[in-house]
């Protein structure tokens, strides 16, 4: 149990649905972090919120749209995905945006686009 | 910017003998390194990190890492594997006094054999 929550685990959706991701932290912490894991691929960060304001998107596409309602909550809302969408979504948070600071994460949503 | 080597994308161990996984980091300026694991179908867990204390730093689970600066590396071991430490690991880098990302390597999956 590392304090953050990820639901569903599991997400099977079609090319033209809409769905959602969601992420809680019970750590206290400030800033929260979308990462996408693929095989064979290093994680790649795709969004940062630092005290609920977007401070980072790594030219992810349209189709992934970030929501931060408060420090402790994140969602990413996915529509029109693609088959190379398919992968593992990992939210995290840490104390802070700062370098040194030890980013925690949660066990992942993994998700299939058919 | 920073980057992480982390060579060899496999590793394979016999029960009981030493784990070396190996990770080389590029940085213009003094870096801070973690180790995180991956075991199946989970989300990543830090395993130790250094912030320009100690050049040795422990972890949990048995393992440590040595912080080499003039070979840049940072090498995580164990000096006896077990069953249970079958799991990805990936080394990551950030750098200090900044707000920069991690940015994580591709990953070693280390298989240890009865």
């Known amino acids: 149990e590392t304090g953050v929550t990820q639901t569903p685990r599991h997400l099977v959706m079609g090319m033209t649905n809409k769905k959602s991701l969601k992420c809680e932290q019970h750590l206290g912490h400030n800033a929260m972090y979308w990462y996408k894991q693929s095989a064979k691929k290093p994680l790649e960060l795709m969004f940062v919120y630092s005290l609920e304001e977007r401070v980072e998107n790594n030219s992810v596409p349209s189709r992934f749209s970030p929501e931060c309602p408060n420090s402790s909550h994140l969602f990413l809302h996915l529509h029109t995905l693609q088959p190379e969408d398919s992968a593992l979504y990992l939210c995290?948070?840490?104390?802070?945006?700062?370098?040194?600071?030890?980013?925690?994460f949660g066990e992942g949503s993994w998700l299939t686009v058919v | 910017a920073q980057s992480v080597t982390q060579l060899g994308s496999h590793v394979s161990v016999s029960e009981g003998a030493l784990v070396l996984l190996r990770c080389n980091y590029s940085s213009s300026v003094p870096p801070y390194l973690f180790w995180y694991v991956q075991y199946p179908n989970q989300g990543l867990q830090l395993l130790l990190k250094?912030?320009?204390?100690?050049?040795l730093v422990k972890g949990i689970n048995g393992f440590e890492a040595e912080f080499k600066k003039s070979e840049t590396s940072f090498h995580l071991t164990k000096p006896s594997a077990h069953m249970s430490d079958a799991a990805e690991y990936f080394c990551a880098v950030s750098d200090q006094g900044g707000s920069e990302k991690l940015v994580f390597g591709k990953g070693t999956k280390l298989t240890v054999n009865p």
């Open positions: 250094y912030t320009s204390a100690a050049t």
């Open positions: 995290a948070s840490s104390p802070g945006q700062a370098s040194g600071n030890t980013i925690y």
